[in-house]
């Protein structure tokens, strides 16, 4: 068994005779008085090597500070133990004493019985103080350092404490407001509001609170009730942000949906585009033999374009299932625009006009050529749809150089110097509700029969297919601009082509 150490003590007393009395008591009962001193002042310098575990000190003192200014600095800086030794007693100087909260007060002459009991029980007190000291600050570090987001709410949901995970998942510096206030509907307010009457705790809940800038992040939320003094219930309110995890699940749902809807698009195209070409065959046929027919003639020609249309709609199921070849080439992107221009002016129709402006640049891009062109006309065809009454649609290319990653409603974009092409309309713009979902396969906020719901899709599809990214400008009421960012090589010879 290990033997105790011996407390320390220090002793400050004016008077020898006092002092050496005191030491030798304390040296009797086995403590180690490792300072003795008449000024208080030389008391606290010496705490700068030594620390003892108790001190006993007078009030009148042979220096300028007296020993209640001096018991409360070792209360308040340096959390030392005071038992005050004084023969005074009276209700002036332990009005000033109480406010040291000095651990005894012993009137001299002292009992050294009673002495030894006031020192044992500062000493216990002392220790079970520091206990009780670090454990709250283990516990405050647990809060307050803790990676999940926490609240301290009362039963009324106001929030008392929060801890710098929660600030952080909200965008703030602080929050003292209602915690329900985070909520913008009855549904999401509900559980929280249940467990915060009923005094029961609320597990893994999945809630969307609003964050600083208007976004919604999907939390686990867990309320647990717990007491403080006199019985007082409080609440902790923990939220785990799954925000991201959410987004990845949500992601790999939709993979898997367009990897089963790819398969069953590539096979139903093929066999689909069987049955175009035989049916555009026979009407080849069919219209040498009755040329000398107007109305026949017309008819044909009607059953001729319907077959085409059906036919484009087949390569788009096709490209979009991501099985049709890929003869990529170095192109400049003013050349893509330029060539398909008056092919596009007359698809816009004469109520849209096109207007264009192409920086030039020996920087290529890498693409196939015709998925590239019918990228750019899916735009376009969306811009002119967009604007009922017509307008204006500008098609730009060029080179731009980002000096920071681009925030964007798909991909952010890389910094670095891109190719652009973009095109922009003057309708009445992209709802914000609605642009997450126009780039789903088969999405369409057009009108039963007018669209496929398969253009944007595609767009999507052939960008990434060349390391390209697609960047949303929409304001409502003022149109909108899609922007392609191609990734930009050197001039290459007009041979460097490959078939993948």
């Known amino acids: 068994m290990e033997e105790a150490v011996p407390r320390k003590i220090f002793i400050c007393e004016d008077e020898t005779i006092v002092a050496l009395d005191?030491?030798?008591?304390l040296k009797r009962n086995s403590y180690d008085v490792t300072g003795v001193f008449s000024r208080a002042e030389d008391l606290l310098a010496?705490?700068?090597?030594?620390?003892?575990?108790?001190?006993?000190?007078?009030?009148?003192?042979?220096g300028a500070m007296d020993g209640l200014e001096a018991a409360g600095i070792l209360y308040e800086k340096f959390s030392i133990p005071v038992i005050l030794l004084t023969a005074y007693a009276d209700s002036a100087t332990i009005e000033r004493a109480k406010k040291t909260q000095?651990?005894?007060?012993?009137?001299?002459?002292?009992?050294?019985r009673e002495l030894r009991t006031a020192m044992e029980l500062a000493l216990y007190r002392a220790t079970m103080e520091a206990l009780i000291k670090v454990s709250e600050q283990r516990y405050r570090s647990l809060f307050s350092f803790g990676l999940s987001p926490q609240c301290i709410i009362n039963p009324d949901g106001l929030v008392l404490e929060a801890n710098p995970a929660f600030l952080a998942m909200l965008g703030v510096q602080s929050f003292s407001g209602q915690v329900l206030d985070l909520f913008d509907s009855a549904e999401e307010r509900k559980p929280v509001q249940e467990s915060l009457q009923s005094g029961i705790e609320l597990l893994n809940r999945e809630l969307h609170p609003v964050v600083l800038d208007g976004s919604r992040k999907t939390v686990l939320v867990c309320l647990a009730p717990f007491f403080?003094?006199?019985?007082?219930q409080i609440f902790l309110f923990q939220a785990m942000d799954i925000t991201e995890k959410q987004e990845l699940s949500d992601k790999l749902v939709q993979t898997q949906k367009l990897d089963a809807l790819g398969k069953l698009s590539s096979s139903v195209a093929h066999e689909f585009n069987n049955i175009l070409t035989a049916i555009l065959g026979f009407s080849r046929m069919l219209e040498t033999e009755i040329s000398d027919q107007p109305e026949a003639m017309a008819e044909l020609?009607?059953?001729i374009r319907s077959t085409e249309r059906a036919s484009g709609l087949t390569r788009q199921l096709l490209m979009f299932a991501r099985n049709d070849p890929l003869h990529a080439e170095y192109l400049q992107a003013s050349e893509v625009c330029v060539e398909i221009e008056k092919l596009l002016s007359r698809l816009v129709g004469q109520m849209t006009r096109i207007v264009s402006s192409h920086e030039e640049t020996d920087l290529c891009i890498y693409a196939d050529k015709v998925r590239l062109q019918q990228a750019v006309m899916n735009l376009c065809i969306n811009a002119r749809d967009a604007m009922a009454a017509g307008g204006e649609i500008r098609i730009q290319s060029g080179v731009v150089h980002l000096d920071q990653v681009r925030k964007n409603r798909l991909r952010d974009i890389p910094a670095?110097?891109?190719?652009f092409i973009s095109v922009r309309d003057q309708g009445e713009g992209i709802p914000d509700s609605l642009m997450t979902k126009i780039f789903e396969p088969f999405y369409t906020t057009k009108t039963a029969g007018k669209g496929t719901g398969l253009g944007l899709s595609t767009v999507l599809g052939i960008v990434q297919s060349a390391s390209g990214y697609i960047g949303i400008e929409s304001t409502?009421?003022?149109?909108?601009?899609?922007?392609?960012?191609l990734p930009p090589y050197p001039p290459r010879p007009p041979q460097d082509k490959i078939e993948a």
């Open 416 to 419: 670095g110097a891109w190719v």
């Open 102 to 112: 000095p651990y005894a007060y012993v009137l001299k002459p002292f009992n050294e």
């Open 476 to 485: 409502p009421g003022s149109g909108s601009c899609f922007t392609v960012y």
């Open 301 to 303: 020609e009607g059953i």
């Open 228 to 232: 403080i003094e006199a019985g007082k």
């Open 22 to 25: 005191i030491q030798r008591f």
């Open 46 to 62: 010496a705490l700068e090597t030594e620390r003892p575990d108790l001190v006993l000190l007078d009030i009148h003192l042979a």
